[in-house]
Protein backbone atom coordinates (compact mmCIF):
# COMPACT_ATOMS: atom_id res chain seq x y z
CA UNK A 1 0.00 0.00 0.00
CA UNK A 2 1.41 3.54 -0.69
CA UNK A 3 2.69 5.98 1.43
CA UNK A 4 0.49 9.22 2.44
CA UNK A 5 2.45 12.05 0.58
CA UNK A 6 2.08 14.89 -1.28
CA UNK A 7 2.30 13.14 -4.56
CA UNK A 8 -0.41 10.92 -3.06
CA UNK A 9 -2.99 13.26 -1.28
CA UNK A 10 -5.47 13.34 -4.40
CA UNK A 11 -5.77 9.40 -3.47
CA UNK A 12 -7.52 10.33 -0.22
CA UNK A 13 -11.18 9.34 -0.07
CA UNK A 14 -13.16 12.68 -0.40
CA UNK A 15 -14.25 12.44 3.70
CA UNK A 16 -10.73 13.48 4.53
CA UNK A 17 -10.11 16.81 4.89
CA UNK A 18 -6.90 18.20 3.11
CA UNK A 19 -4.64 20.16 3.96
CA UNK A 20 -4.52 24.46 2.99
CA UNK A 21 -1.47 25.05 1.14
CA UNK A 22 1.66 24.73 2.97
CA UNK A 23 2.54 27.60 5.02
CA UNK A 24 6.21 28.72 4.99
CA UNK A 25 7.64 28.22 8.90
CA UNK A 26 7.68 30.78 11.50
CA UNK A 27 7.61 28.46 14.25
CA UNK A 28 10.20 25.89 15.64
CA UNK A 29 9.13 23.20 17.85
CA UNK A 30 11.44 21.33 20.44
CA UNK A 31 9.61 17.37 20.71
CA UNK A 32 7.82 16.55 17.91
CA UNK A 33 5.59 14.16 19.65
CA UNK A 34 1.62 13.20 19.23
CA UNK A 35 1.11 15.61 21.76
CA UNK A 36 2.03 18.76 19.93
CA UNK A 37 1.23 17.25 16.45
CA UNK A 38 -2.63 17.15 17.79
CA UNK A 39 -2.42 20.06 19.50
CA UNK A 40 0.03 23.15 18.60
CA UNK A 41 0.93 21.59 15.40
CA UNK A 42 -3.01 21.63 14.47
CA UNK A 43 -3.37 25.48 15.44
CA UNK A 44 -0.65 26.80 13.71
CA UNK A 45 -1.92 25.23 10.68
CA UNK A 46 -5.23 26.60 11.30
CA UNK A 47 -3.33 30.04 11.73
CA UNK A 48 -0.78 29.28 8.49
CA UNK A 49 2.11 29.62 10.30
CA UNK A 50 4.57 26.71 9.35
CA UNK A 51 6.53 24.72 11.98
CA UNK A 52 10.25 22.94 11.99
CA UNK A 53 9.71 20.25 14.26
CA UNK A 54 12.40 18.51 16.57
CA UNK A 55 13.44 15.38 18.06
CA UNK A 56 16.13 15.96 20.23
CA UNK A 57 16.74 12.05 21.13
CA UNK A 58 15.05 9.87 18.58
CA UNK A 59 14.90 10.02 15.06
CA UNK A 60 11.66 8.17 15.22
CA UNK A 61 9.44 10.83 14.21
CA UNK A 62 11.87 11.97 11.33
CA UNK A 63 11.90 8.71 9.99
CA UNK A 64 8.03 8.46 9.93
CA UNK A 65 7.67 11.82 8.70
CA UNK A 66 10.22 13.11 5.99
CA UNK A 67 9.04 9.74 3.89
CA UNK A 68 5.65 11.57 3.74
CA UNK A 69 6.52 15.16 3.41
CA UNK A 70 5.41 15.66 7.01
CA UNK A 71 2.12 15.71 6.09
CA UNK A 72 0.01 13.72 9.16
CA UNK A 73 -3.30 12.38 9.55
CA UNK A 74 -5.45 13.57 12.88
CA UNK A 75 -7.69 11.37 13.72
CA UNK A 76 -10.42 12.64 16.00
CA UNK A 77 -13.87 9.77 16.17
CA UNK A 78 -14.36 9.38 12.69
CA UNK A 79 -13.22 12.65 11.46
CA UNK A 80 -9.90 12.74 9.47
CA UNK A 81 -7.85 15.54 8.73
CA UNK A 82 -4.53 15.99 7.01
CA UNK A 83 -2.21 18.56 8.51
CA UNK A 84 0.40 20.44 6.62
CA UNK A 85 1.28 22.63 9.02
CA UNK A 86 5.02 20.54 9.66
CA UNK A 87 7.61 21.23 7.29
CA UNK A 88 10.39 19.71 8.73
CA UNK A 89 11.97 17.32 11.21
CA UNK A 90 15.20 18.17 12.27
CA UNK A 91 17.43 16.15 14.76
CA UNK A 92 19.80 17.26 17.46
CA UNK A 93 22.33 19.05 14.64
CA UNK A 94 23.47 22.62 14.02
CA UNK A 95 20.56 22.80 11.23
CA UNK A 96 18.27 23.00 14.42
CA UNK A 97 20.76 25.70 15.72
CA UNK A 98 20.36 27.49 12.66
CA UNK A 99 16.69 27.06 12.42
CA UNK A 100 16.25 28.76 15.49
CA UNK A 101 17.96 31.68 15.00
CA UNK A 102 16.29 32.08 11.43
CA UNK A 103 15.17 35.82 10.92
CA UNK A 104 12.05 33.75 9.86
CA UNK A 105 11.50 32.09 13.05
CA UNK A 106 9.38 34.39 15.29
CA UNK A 107 8.11 31.51 17.85
CA UNK A 108 9.75 28.45 19.61
CA UNK A 109 7.36 26.12 21.35
CA UNK A 110 8.12 22.64 23.06
CA UNK A 111 6.96 19.93 24.48
CA UNK A 112 9.53 18.15 26.34
CA UNK A 113 7.91 16.63 28.74
CA UNK A 114 8.56 17.13 32.35
CA UNK A 115 11.88 15.86 32.41
CA UNK A 116 12.81 17.65 29.74
CA UNK A 117 13.78 20.83 32.21
CA UNK A 118 15.97 18.93 34.30
CA UNK A 119 19.53 19.98 33.67
CA UNK A 120 21.26 18.12 30.60
CA UNK A 121 24.68 17.14 31.52
CA UNK A 122 25.75 16.54 27.44
CA UNK A 123 24.84 20.16 27.23
CA UNK A 124 22.07 19.08 24.31
CA UNK A 125 19.20 19.51 26.41
CA UNK A 126 16.33 22.10 24.76
CA UNK A 127 17.79 24.64 26.90
CA UNK A 128 21.11 24.57 25.21
CA UNK A 129 19.75 25.00 21.69
CA UNK A 130 17.40 27.65 22.39
CA UNK A 131 20.76 29.76 24.71
CA UNK A 132 22.85 28.64 21.19
CA UNK A 133 20.79 30.13 18.97
CA UNK A 134 19.79 33.03 20.73
CA UNK A 135 23.32 34.20 20.74
CA UNK A 136 23.62 33.71 17.06
CA UNK A 137 20.42 36.00 16.87
CA UNK A 138 22.10 38.74 19.25
CA UNK A 139 25.53 38.19 16.93
CA UNK A 140 23.35 38.87 14.25
CA UNK A 141 20.84 41.79 15.04
CA UNK A 142 18.17 39.77 15.41
CA UNK A 143 15.64 40.08 17.56
CA UNK A 144 14.70 36.76 20.49
CA UNK A 145 12.44 34.73 19.58
CA UNK A 146 9.37 34.13 22.07
CA UNK A 147 9.59 30.67 23.55
CA UNK A 148 6.94 28.92 24.81
CA UNK A 149 6.46 25.80 27.16
CA UNK A 150 4.11 23.62 26.46
CA UNK A 151 5.16 21.07 28.84
CA UNK A 152 2.16 20.21 31.93
CA UNK A 153 4.59 22.32 34.76
CA UNK A 154 3.17 24.92 36.76
CA UNK A 155 5.30 28.43 35.58
CA UNK A 156 6.61 26.36 32.70
CA UNK A 157 7.83 29.60 31.18
CA UNK A 158 9.61 30.55 34.00
CA UNK A 159 11.39 27.35 34.18
CA UNK A 160 12.37 27.76 30.66
CA UNK A 161 13.76 30.94 31.00
CA UNK A 162 15.75 30.35 34.04
CA UNK A 163 17.14 27.17 32.06
CA UNK A 164 18.29 28.63 28.92
CA UNK A 165 19.12 31.56 31.13
CA UNK A 166 21.66 29.44 33.23
CA UNK A 167 22.73 27.49 29.80
CA UNK A 168 23.84 31.20 28.63
CA UNK A 169 27.20 33.43 28.65
CA UNK A 170 26.49 36.37 31.16
CA UNK A 171 26.14 38.84 27.82
CA UNK A 172 23.82 37.07 26.14
CA UNK A 173 21.75 36.51 29.27
CA UNK A 174 21.60 39.87 29.63
CA UNK A 175 19.84 40.49 26.50
CA UNK A 176 17.25 37.81 26.84
CA UNK A 177 16.95 38.98 30.11
CA UNK A 178 15.59 42.44 28.69
CA UNK A 179 14.37 41.46 25.51
CA UNK A 180 13.11 37.52 25.47
CA UNK A 181 9.81 36.41 26.41
CA UNK A 182 8.88 33.13 27.76
CA UNK A 183 4.98 33.22 28.42
CA UNK A 184 3.86 30.81 30.56
CA UNK A 185 1.24 28.33 29.23
CA UNK A 186 -1.48 25.67 29.88
CA UNK A 187 -1.82 23.24 27.06
CA UNK A 188 -4.91 20.36 26.98
CA UNK A 189 -5.71 18.15 24.79
CA UNK A 190 -5.83 13.71 25.62
CA UNK A 191 -4.09 12.52 22.75
CA UNK A 192 -3.30 8.53 23.52
CA UNK A 193 0.15 7.17 21.78
CA UNK A 194 -0.22 5.69 18.65
CA UNK A 195 -0.44 1.96 18.03
CA UNK A 196 -0.02 0.03 15.22
CA UNK A 197 -3.49 -1.16 15.13
CA UNK A 198 -4.57 2.17 14.97
CA UNK A 199 -2.44 3.43 11.74
CA UNK A 200 -3.95 0.24 10.11
CA UNK A 201 -6.86 1.10 10.57
CA UNK A 202 -6.54 4.36 9.18
CA UNK A 203 -4.88 2.76 6.26
CA UNK A 204 -7.65 0.15 5.86
CA UNK A 205 -10.05 3.41 5.42
CA UNK A 206 -7.91 5.97 3.41
CA UNK A 207 -5.99 3.61 1.41
CA UNK A 208 -2.73 5.01 2.31
CA UNK A 209 -0.12 4.26 4.97
CA UNK A 210 0.28 6.65 7.27
CA UNK A 211 3.37 6.31 9.79
CA UNK A 212 3.32 9.56 11.73
CA UNK A 213 -1.17 9.50 12.47
CA UNK A 214 -2.12 10.95 15.44
CA UNK A 215 -5.35 10.25 17.62
CA UNK A 216 -7.05 12.84 19.91
CA UNK A 217 -10.42 13.68 21.76
CA UNK A 218 -12.29 16.52 20.12
CA UNK A 219 -11.40 19.20 23.24
CA UNK A 220 -9.03 21.05 22.60
CA UNK A 221 -7.75 23.97 24.88
CA UNK A 222 -4.61 26.38 24.94
CA UNK A 223 -4.10 29.45 27.01
CA UNK A 224 -0.93 31.79 26.79
CA UNK A 225 0.30 34.29 29.05
CA UNK A 226 -0.04 37.72 26.73
CA UNK A 227 3.64 38.51 26.51
CA UNK A 228 5.59 38.05 23.32
CA UNK A 229 9.04 39.62 22.39
CA UNK A 230 7.84 40.22 18.51
CA UNK A 231 5.33 38.68 15.88
CA UNK A 232 2.94 36.13 16.44
CA UNK A 233 -0.09 34.85 14.43
CA UNK A 234 -3.49 36.01 15.16
CA UNK A 235 -4.36 33.39 18.48
CA UNK A 236 -7.92 34.25 19.28
CA UNK A 237 -8.88 33.78 15.48
CA UNK A 238 -8.20 29.91 16.20
CA UNK A 239 -9.83 30.30 19.81
CA UNK A 240 -6.37 29.80 21.56
CA UNK A 241 -7.09 32.35 24.83
CA UNK A 242 -4.35 35.19 25.74
CA UNK A 243 -4.20 36.16 29.41
CA UNK A 244 -1.98 38.15 31.73
CA UNK A 245 -2.49 35.70 34.52
CA UNK A 246 -1.97 31.53 33.46
CA UNK A 247 -1.77 30.08 37.03
CA UNK A 248 -4.97 29.95 38.10
CA UNK A 249 -5.73 28.06 35.05
CA UNK A 250 -2.21 25.59 35.08
CA UNK A 251 -3.55 24.87 39.04
CA UNK A 252 -7.24 24.18 38.03
CA UNK A 253 -5.95 21.72 35.04
CA UNK A 254 -2.74 20.24 36.72
CA UNK A 255 -3.90 19.16 39.62
CA UNK A 256 -8.28 18.38 38.53
CA UNK A 257 -7.29 16.90 35.38
CA UNK A 258 -3.13 15.72 35.38
CA UNK A 259 -3.77 14.53 39.16
CA UNK A 260 -6.79 12.25 38.36
CA UNK A 261 -5.19 10.75 35.52
CA UNK A 262 -2.27 9.93 37.77
CA UNK A 263 -4.70 8.21 40.10
CA UNK A 264 -6.80 6.34 37.73
CA UNK A 265 -3.73 5.63 36.61
CA UNK A 266 -1.86 4.00 39.04
CA UNK A 267 -5.24 2.99 41.14
CA UNK A 268 -6.08 1.28 37.77
CA UNK A 269 -3.09 -0.32 35.92
CA UNK A 270 -2.87 -1.62 39.60
CA UNK A 271 -5.96 -3.70 39.46
CA UNK A 272 -5.33 -5.09 35.81
CA UNK A 273 -7.27 -1.94 34.53
CA UNK A 274 -5.86 -0.84 31.10
CA UNK A 275 -7.90 2.07 29.72
CA UNK A 276 -8.92 5.14 31.54
CA UNK A 277 -12.23 4.51 29.98
CA UNK A 278 -12.50 1.13 31.78
CA UNK A 279 -11.70 2.44 35.52
CA UNK A 280 -14.03 5.11 34.69
CA UNK A 281 -16.59 2.54 33.93
CA UNK A 282 -16.03 1.04 37.66
CA UNK A 283 -18.50 3.14 40.05
CA UNK A 284 -16.48 2.98 42.78
CA UNK A 285 -13.44 4.11 40.60
CA UNK A 286 -15.94 7.69 39.55
CA UNK A 287 -16.75 8.21 43.09
CA UNK A 288 -12.68 8.01 43.98
CA UNK A 289 -12.35 10.64 41.49
CA UNK A 290 -15.32 12.54 42.22
CA UNK A 291 -13.66 12.57 46.48
CA UNK A 292 -10.27 13.34 45.17
CA UNK A 293 -11.61 16.41 43.45
CA UNK A 294 -13.90 17.36 46.19
CA UNK A 295 -10.24 18.06 47.93
CA UNK A 296 -8.76 19.38 45.39
CA UNK A 297 -11.52 22.17 44.85
CA UNK A 298 -10.27 24.01 48.12
CA UNK A 299 -6.93 24.21 47.04
CA UNK A 300 -8.40 26.37 43.86
CA UNK A 301 -8.56 29.79 43.22
CA UNK A 302 -10.27 29.35 39.50
CA UNK A 303 -10.03 32.05 36.81
CA UNK A 304 -12.77 34.04 36.14
CA UNK A 305 -14.61 32.16 33.21
CA UNK A 306 -13.61 28.80 34.50
CA UNK A 307 -17.14 26.75 36.64
CA UNK A 308 -15.02 24.00 38.20
CA UNK A 309 -18.34 22.15 38.59
CA UNK A 310 -19.16 22.27 34.89
CA UNK A 311 -15.53 21.39 34.45
CA UNK A 312 -15.75 18.29 36.64
CA UNK A 313 -18.63 16.89 34.42
CA UNK A 314 -17.05 17.70 31.26
CA UNK A 315 -13.76 15.75 32.36
CA UNK A 316 -15.55 12.78 33.64
CA UNK A 317 -17.21 12.78 30.16
CA UNK A 318 -13.68 13.03 28.34
CA UNK A 319 -12.35 10.07 30.82
CA UNK A 320 -15.27 7.92 29.86
CA UNK A 321 -13.88 8.63 26.35
CA UNK A 322 -14.51 4.96 24.62
CA UNK A 323 -12.60 5.36 21.97
CA UNK A 324 -9.82 6.94 22.72
CA UNK A 325 -7.88 3.74 24.00
CA UNK A 326 -5.95 5.92 26.75
CA UNK A 327 -3.55 3.55 28.23
CA UNK A 328 -3.10 3.65 31.95
CA UNK A 329 0.27 2.49 31.40
CA UNK A 330 1.22 5.61 29.15
CA UNK A 331 0.29 7.98 32.44
CA UNK A 332 1.87 6.23 34.80
CA UNK A 333 5.20 6.84 33.32
CA UNK A 334 7.87 9.54 34.72
CA UNK A 335 5.48 9.55 38.10
CA UNK A 336 8.30 11.18 39.45
CA UNK A 337 8.39 14.27 37.67
CA UNK A 338 4.51 14.26 37.69
CA UNK A 339 3.89 14.14 41.37
CA UNK A 340 4.60 17.21 43.11
CA UNK A 341 2.83 19.64 40.52
CA UNK A 342 0.10 17.44 40.43
CA UNK A 343 -0.92 15.94 43.70
CA UNK A 344 1.42 17.09 46.67
CA UNK A 345 0.72 20.88 45.65
CA UNK A 346 -3.00 20.26 46.72
CA UNK A 347 -2.00 18.13 49.89
CA UNK A 348 0.16 20.67 51.00
CA UNK A 349 -2.25 23.10 50.53
CA UNK A 350 -4.81 21.28 52.48
CA UNK A 351 -2.40 20.34 55.08
CA UNK A 352 -2.08 24.29 55.87
CA UNK A 353 -5.38 24.61 56.50
CA UNK A 354 -5.67 21.46 59.04
CA UNK A 355 -8.14 19.84 56.02
CA UNK A 356 -8.04 15.98 55.51
CA UNK A 357 -6.28 14.38 52.91
CA UNK A 358 -7.25 11.05 52.55
CA UNK A 359 -8.01 10.55 48.49
CA UNK A 360 -4.99 12.46 47.61
CA UNK A 361 -2.93 10.18 49.80
CA UNK A 362 -4.71 7.41 48.47
CA UNK A 363 -3.00 8.37 44.80
CA UNK A 364 0.30 8.85 46.08
CA UNK A 365 0.08 5.47 47.82
CA UNK A 366 -0.97 3.98 44.46
CA UNK A 367 2.36 5.42 43.22
CA UNK A 368 4.31 4.39 45.70
CA UNK A 369 3.10 0.74 45.18
CA UNK A 370 3.43 0.85 41.46
CA UNK A 371 7.46 1.66 42.29
CA UNK A 372 7.21 -2.60 43.16
CA UNK A 373 7.40 -2.89 39.74
CA UNK A 374 4.44 -6.14 39.93
CA UNK A 375 0.45 -5.48 39.65
CA UNK A 376 -2.02 -6.80 42.20
CA UNK A 377 -1.81 -9.47 40.05
CA UNK A 378 1.36 -10.19 40.43
CA UNK A 379 2.28 -9.31 36.94
CA UNK A 380 6.09 -8.14 36.63
CA UNK A 381 6.47 -4.52 35.03
CA UNK A 382 9.38 -2.23 34.18
CA UNK A 383 8.68 1.04 36.26
CA UNK A 384 9.75 3.83 33.12
CA UNK A 385 10.89 6.95 34.97
CA UNK A 386 14.21 8.77 35.38
CA UNK A 387 14.37 8.20 39.49
CA UNK A 388 13.36 4.14 39.06
CA UNK A 389 16.86 3.22 40.01
CA UNK A 390 17.09 5.74 43.10
CA UNK A 391 13.27 4.38 44.14
CA UNK A 392 13.79 0.19 43.32
CA UNK A 393 16.73 0.70 45.31
CA UNK A 394 15.32 3.11 48.49
CA UNK A 395 12.65 0.27 48.84
CA UNK A 396 14.78 -2.67 48.15
CA UNK A 397 14.21 -5.65 51.09
CA UNK A 398 11.47 -3.43 52.86
CA UNK A 399 7.98 -4.78 53.17
CA UNK A 400 6.58 -3.15 55.89
CA UNK A 401 4.53 -0.31 54.19
CA UNK A 402 4.93 2.36 56.52
CA UNK A 403 8.66 1.70 56.18
CA UNK A 404 8.38 1.71 52.07
CA UNK A 405 6.46 4.62 52.42
CA UNK A 406 9.43 6.79 54.51
CA UNK A 407 11.55 5.57 52.31
CA UNK A 408 10.12 7.26 49.42
CA UNK A 409 9.06 10.50 51.04
CA UNK A 410 12.76 11.04 51.82
CA UNK A 411 13.15 11.42 48.15
CA UNK A 412 13.78 15.23 47.99
CA UNK A 413 13.82 15.32 44.44
CA UNK A 414 10.12 14.79 44.82
CA UNK A 415 8.84 15.93 47.85
CA UNK A 416 9.55 19.37 49.59
CA UNK A 417 10.99 18.77 52.89
CA UNK A 418 8.39 20.70 54.78
CA UNK A 419 5.51 17.88 53.42
CA UNK A 420 8.24 15.44 53.92
CA UNK A 421 8.19 16.20 57.41
CA UNK A 422 4.69 16.57 58.09
CA UNK A 423 3.58 13.10 60.12
CA UNK A 424 -0.12 13.76 58.80
CA UNK A 425 1.27 12.88 55.39
CA UNK A 426 3.30 10.20 56.24
CA UNK A 427 0.39 8.94 57.94
CA UNK A 428 -2.16 9.26 55.94
CA UNK A 429 -0.12 7.80 52.76
CA UNK A 430 1.20 4.73 54.74
CA UNK A 431 -2.53 3.87 55.93
CA UNK A 432 -3.42 4.06 52.51
CA UNK A 433 -0.64 2.10 51.04
CA UNK A 434 -0.88 -0.90 53.88
CA UNK A 435 -4.72 -1.14 52.87
CA UNK A 436 -3.28 -1.31 48.84
CA UNK A 437 -1.03 -3.97 50.12
CA UNK A 438 -3.64 -5.93 51.91
CA UNK A 439 -6.92 -5.27 50.04
CA UNK A 440 -5.32 -4.72 46.29
CA UNK A 441 -6.17 -1.54 44.49
CA UNK A 442 -9.48 -2.60 43.03
CA UNK A 443 -10.97 -2.97 46.65
CA UNK A 444 -9.37 -0.31 48.27
CA UNK A 445 -11.39 1.75 46.10
CA UNK A 446 -14.49 -0.03 47.04
CA UNK A 447 -14.20 0.58 50.11
CA UNK A 448 -12.87 3.70 50.06
CA UNK A 449 -14.97 6.43 52.03
CA UNK A 450 -13.50 10.37 52.41
C1 LIG B 1 -1.50 12.78 31.04
C2 LIG B 1 -1.42 14.00 30.12
O1 LIG B 1 0.19 11.27 30.35
C3 LIG B 1 -0.15 12.09 31.22
O2 LIG B 1 0.55 12.33 32.19
O3 LIG B 1 -2.01 13.14 32.26
O4 LIG B 1 -0.67 13.75 29.00
C4 LIG B 1 -2.83 14.49 29.74
O5 LIG B 1 -3.47 13.58 28.89
C5 LIG B 1 -2.78 15.85 29.07
O6 LIG B 1 -2.12 16.75 29.92
C6 LIG B 1 -4.18 16.35 28.76
O7 LIG B 1 -4.12 17.69 28.40
Redesign the pocket.
Known amino acids: MNRLSEATLDRLPSFVRRPAPRPAPRVVHLGIGA ?1 HRAHQAVVFDDLGWGVTGASLRSPAVRKAMVPQDCLYSLVVGEEVRVIGAVRDVLLASDALTEALAAPETDIVTLTVTEKGYLPDPSGKGAADFLAAALKLRHARGIAPFTAISCD ?1 LPENGRRLREAVLAASDPDTADWIAREGAFPQTM ?5 PATEEADIDALAARTGLVDRAMVKAEPFLQWVIEDRFAGPRPDFAAAGVQLTAEIAPWEDAKLRL ?2 GA ?2 AIAYLGALAGLDFVHEVIAVPAYARFVAALWDEVDATLSPPPGLDIAAYRRALMARFANPGLQHRTR ?2 A ?1 DGSQ ?1 LPQRLLAPIAARLERDQPIAALALAVAGWMRWQSGRTDAGEAFIVDDPLAAEMARRIAGLSNPAEQAKALIGIDAIFPPRLAADPRFAEAVARQLARLATLGARRTIEEFRP
Open positions: FNVDRIVLNHSQIMK
